[in-house]
């Protein structure tokens, strides 16, 4: 298959035939439809990033897709042909706690697609576990469906913050998962959510998508209050 390959940073990612992936028993096969480019890739191949990056790493976690070929356990959940958008992580399916209590994201040998220790979705298929596939309705595309990861993030944030009734919610950061907080706190109740962020078109995209206010940084305090 055709992959875009990590070389060293601070140099475009090249294209190459590299190995098709094999599903192990509680693993998918995906092709890819639909990846998304976050800013955690941008910053894994400049140069200066603090994170190891090996050569020969396949990026890309925000992904969706169509299931090609399921191993022999994961096979009993999922058929060839469903579409899918993926959480990426790739859990072996074996081991405790994810097999006894169904925590996936506590797997003790849990690897990340598209962060240097598993390939990710800026190839033509991935592997994937099972646990990370989630059906996707025909009514959402392939494209929509790629966020779906990034927009987890947002999600998780609010409800981990238990938020009162009526909360106030400051958001510092208009970005992706800036704007996904915005709109899951708003869902969850939140009154009043101001955004402090520092470009215009995201502001415009925060007041767009429920920001009860927003505040550029680099200037005197004055809230723009959305009615």
């Known amino acids: ?3 875009a390959v ?3 940073r601070g140099r475009p990612l090249q294209i190459e035939q590299v190995a098709d992936p094999t599903p192990g028993p509680h693993d998918l096969i995906l092709r890819v439809r639909a990846s998304g480019l976050c800013g955690t890739d941008l910053h894994l191949t400049e140069p200066g990033s603090a994170l190891p ?3 020969g790493a396949i990026l890309g976690h925000e992904l969706a897709g169509e299931i090609v070929a399921a191993g022999a356990l994961a096979a009993a959940s999922f058929q060839v042909g469903e579409r899918i958008a993926v959480l990426p992580h790739l859990c072996c399916g074996e081991a405790s706690p994810c097999r006894n209590q169904g925590r996936r994201f506590s797997c003790s040998r849990m690897l990340t697609l598209g962060l240097g220790t598993a390939p990710g979705g800026y190839a033509e ?3 994937i576990s099972e646990g990370g596939a989630h059906r996707l309705p025909a009514s959402i595309s392939f494209r929509h469906g790629a966020l779906v990861e990034p927009l987890a ?4 944030a609010v409800e981990l913050a238990r938020l009162p009734p009526n909360a106030t919610v400051l958001v510092l950061g208009a970005g992706p998962v800036g704007l996904a907080t915005v709109i899951f706190a708003r869902l969850a109740g939140a009154r009043h959510v101001p955004v402090s ?3 215009a078109y995201r502001r415009a995209l925060a007041r767009k ?3 009860t206010a927003v505040v550029d940084p680099s200037q005197p305090l ?3 209050v959305v009615d």
Not at 153 to 156: E, F, I, L, T
């Open 6 to 8: 990590f070389k060293e």
């Open 125 to 127: 298929y991935v592997r």
């Open 1 to 3: 298959m055709r992959a």
């Open 209 to 211: 998508l429920g920001a």
């Open 53 to 55: 990056l090996p050569s």
């Open 222 to 224: 004055q809230p723009q």
């Open 197 to 199: 962020e520092g470009v």
């Open 153 to 156: 993030v947002g999600r998780h």
